[in-house]
């Protein structure tokens, strides 16, 4: 027991350290990213006669710099402000109120009481998937959304389980590190966006300018190089987010609600049923399950179902649906089945 408190104490303190280093690295990416767009926007255009185009890049990104580092901080402080309104407006989440749902209340209520935390909001997104996500980065924000098709096809168990696993989210900080990673995937976004319109621009103004700039083809080529960095060093930040955060939460989960056979059978519903239409891959990282159970899982910003089903049977002392063969399972679950490890035989009580 002390080991497992001692990982979880790490693992919020972990998460600390990350968000910080992550909104470091964001200044960095933001940097590195419109120095590239300079760089390539001066190779399209041309530079006078006798002009070095990376020392003219160097000398416009320096000006610009002040302005880049402001437009970030104010960005991030957007961010942090209506991060949950923001995600709401791309997901199509809506409040819901308690009388609308008094017994989805009633459960994450009891859930906040056993454990002391505060109680977060619920909003639902009207969508069949079957998911849910946490948000917010401060009491007062903290949300836990589900999908209507969650409510649909769990039962009051899994339910109860899905939101104490967001709750422990929001309780181990995963929360706000996934949110600093939203935002900066949006201001990457924005900057590619922007200088692939300047590119356009340029592009088009080019034939005026000087035509002895031998160095522009090479300037264009190093400019897109570095742009395209700053977007593989994005996407190194997200899929160098701990995995073990899934694993922490489905643990959290049974510690609040004492049933970890609901939280395997939930997990298997919710398998090959996640994907809500419409919704950007950075916010689908924030929900319970995000990515499919295959090989492209070395890849993914969560473990694989069965592996998180495989770690609550081995450490939690779960079992296994009995009608497991009646859930129409993917391929790589229905190996479960016929597992004969110590994680997919049956409980010594069945």
């Known amino acids: 027991m002390s080991g ?12 600390r350290i990350r968000s910080r280093l992550l909104l470091a690295g964001l200044f960095l990416l933001a940097w590195l990213a419109s120095f590239g767009g300079i760089l390539t926007a001066i190779g399209l255009t041309g530079t006078p006669r006798g002009v ?13 710099a002040p302005f880049i580092t402001v437009g970030v901080a104010l ?35 009891n859930l ?13 997104i009207e969508d069949q998937a079957l998911n849910a996500f946490a948000s917010g980065v ?13 409510l649909d096809h769990l039962d009051d168990a899994e339910i109860e389980a899905v939101l104490a696993h967001e709750l422990t989210h929001i309780r181990n900080g995963d929360v706000k590190l996934m949110v600093v990673a939203v935002v900066i995937a949006g201001v990457l976004s924005f900057l590619s ?11 088009s103004s080019s034939r005026n300018s000087s035509d002895s700039n031998k160095g522009a083809g090479a300037a ?4 897109l190089l570095i742009m395209a960095v700053a977007g593989i060093l994005a996407s190194v930040i997200r899929f160098s987010l701990s995995r073990s955060r899934e694993y922490l939460a489905d643990a959290g989960a049974v510690e609040l609600t004492k049933n970890p056979d609901a939280m395997i059978s939930a997990l298997l519903k919710i398998s090959g049923r996640a994907d809500i239409a419409g919704v950007p891959s950075g916010i689908m990282d924030m929900c319970i399950e995000n990515d499919p159970d295959d090989m492209s899982d070395i890849f993914s910003t969560h473990p694989s179902i069965s592996k998180r089903v495989q770690a609550l049977v ?28 110590p994680w997919g035989a049956r409980h010594p009580s069945e």
């Open 4 to 15: 497992e408190a001692f990982g979880l104490y790490t693992h919020i303190r972990n998460n």
């Open 52 to 64: 070095n185009p990376y020392t003219q890049a160097l000398d416009t990104f320096i000006m610009a």
């Open 75 to 109: 960005w991030i402080f957007i961010g942090y402000q209506i991060n949950v309104a923001i995600i709401g407006a791309v997901t199509g989440a809506r409040g819901l109120e308690r009388a609308q749902a008094p017994k989805l209340y009633g459960m994450l209520e």
């Open 112 to 124: 906040c009481i056993s454990r002391g935390i505060t109680m977060p909001k619920l909003m639902i």
């Open 138 to 150: 401060k009491d007062s924000q903290f949300t836990v959304t589900v999908t209507r098709g969650l």
């Open 193 to 203: 966006e922007v200088a692939f319109r300047n590119m356009r621009f340029s592009g």
């Open 220 to 223: 264009i080529l190093i400019g």
């Open 314 to 341: 081995g450490a939690a002392g779960g079992r296994l649906p009995p009608r497991l063969n009646e859930m129409s399972l993917r391929p790589p679950l229905t190996a479960i089945v016929e597992a004969r490890g």
